[in-house]
Nanobody
Framework: QARLVESGGGLVQPGGSLTLSCTASGFALRGYSIGWFRQAPEKEREGVSCTSSSGQMTYSADSVKGRFTLAKDEEKNMVYLYMNNLQPEDTGIYYC???????????????????WGQGTQVTVSS
């Protein structure tokens, strides 16, 4: 069964770092656009960092530029979100998603993409 599974969330102090992983199984990531999204309590889901299938188009939300980096390893069939200098406003559930067609996934955080992960909780608090 094809699916995405996120891991790596947790509790971290402000200024700390986390690396989220998204493991794809049942299909190959090659040829898919990839996105990381988050949903904070009582807020709508937003696009955090996305890349097109070719990697030529990338997007990072203004709030995370210079702090978060999306990377993918097609050999391992995994996607990562490296998060540095985390702040309380980064708290939320983080989801990865992939899509075969849409190249600008972050523009549609509610998109009906090919695959969504179940989410991993990130809490930034002292």
């Amino acid at each position: 069964q094809a699916r995405l599974v996120e891991s790596g969330g947790g509790l971290v102090q402000p200024g700390g770092s986390l690396t989220l992983s998204c493991t794809a199984s049942g299909f190959a990531l090659r040829g898919y656009s990839i996105g990381w999204f988050r949903q904070a309590p009582e807020k709508e889901r937003e696009g955090v960092s996305c890349t097109s299938s070719s990697g030529q188009m990338t997007y990072s939300a203004d709030s995370v530029k210079g702090r978060f980096t999306l990377a993918k390893d097609e050999e391992k069939n995994m996607v990562y979100l490296y998060m540095n200098n985390l702040q309380p406003e980064d708290t939320g559930i983080y989801y990865c998603a992939v899509d075969r067609y849409l190249q600008t996934m972050c523009a549609r955080p509610q998109g009906n993409y090919d695959y969504w992960g179940q989410g991993t909780q990130v809490t930034v608090s002292s």
